[in-house]
């Protein structure tokens, strides 16, 4: 009953987030920093009290589909808490939220087998850790680039409307992006570096097609980044470009999860 209590909590916080911040895109109501980060951080504090009486269980943590979703969407609500203190990123709490209300929900209804990682596994838990928050970092700017890509659309059909009044500038949005980019990849990298060092083989049967699809999608924002720099890519390229590098990374992060876990249990 005290874990059922808790994701109410959590899911009431992130339904009030998520609201508030509609209504204050809308205009409807005004809304300060405080306030917001003040709804962030209890939505944050219940969601984190869930992963400790899910995700970490005795001597290790539960990483099966459902339960390493909780523990991202966390993260991901924690980077994006972060940022807002200092950049104007209110517009994604539309999306972060949303995104971990449903793996709260997720987590309770569906139950997989678990996937246990033994704390003490220290140079496989920096690989995790790193790996967990570069992919935090690569959605929150997948849903910026959604964002970006529809202003880019508007804005070319001279179309005036609630969206292009409430984002910033379109030139705040593309730095951003590649803000989010940069940071993604940095990690990224960390992660494959830490991955070939203390993982036996990355080519593995079961680790195979994540090795594949993260080293493509590393080439695909490294291509990103590239093409920024040499050729001025912006706009509606530099959403496409990101959302396919968060799409590989996708792949690379859930697939195996999804059919060992979903399909074949």
Not at 141 to 159: D, E
Request: proline fraction near 2%; charged fraction near 10%; aromatic fraction near 10%.
């Amino acid at each position: 009953m005290g874990t059922l209590i808790i994701a109410v909590t959590a899911l009431f916080l992130y339904s009030v987030g998520t609201a508030l911040q509609a209504l204050h895109f809308r205009g409807k109501v005004e809304t300060s920093l405080a306030i917001t980060t003040l709804i962030g951080i209890l939505a944050l504090t219940g969601h984190g009290l869930l992963i400790a009486q899910t995700v970490y269980l005795d001597g290790g943590f539960d990483l099966s589909f459902f339960k390493s979703s909780v523990l991202i969407s966390w993260l991901i609500v924690f980077l994006l808490l972060g940022l807002n203190l200092t950049k104007p990123v209110g517009s994604l709490f539309l999306g972060a939220y949303p995104i971990a209300a449903g793996t709260i929900v997720m987590a309770l209804i569906v139950h997989t087998e678990s996937r246990l990682v033994s704390e003490q596994s220290y140079g496989m838990l920096s690989h995790i850790a790193l790996s967990v928050t570069a992919y935090s970092l690569f959605t929150l700017a997948a849903i910026q680039a959604v964002l970006l890509y529809v202003q880019n659309r508007q804005l070319k059909h001279n179309y005036n409307s609630r969206l292009i009044r409430n984002l910033p500038p379109l030139q705040t949005m593309e730095s951003l992006l590649f803000e989010m980019v940069w940071a993604g990849v940095v990690l990224l990298v960390l992660a494959i570096i830490t991955g070939a060092v203390f993982i036996e083989d990355l080519f593995a049967q079961d680790l195979a097609h994540k090795t594949i699809f993260s080293l493509l999608s590393l080439l695909v924002f490294a291509g990103l980044l590239v093409g920024r720099y040499t050729k001025g890519w912006r706009g509606l390229t530099a959403s496409r470009w990101t959302l396919t590098g968060c799409a590989l990374l996708m792949i690379a992060f859930y697939g195996s999860k999804f059919v060992l876990e979903l399909l074949f249990r």
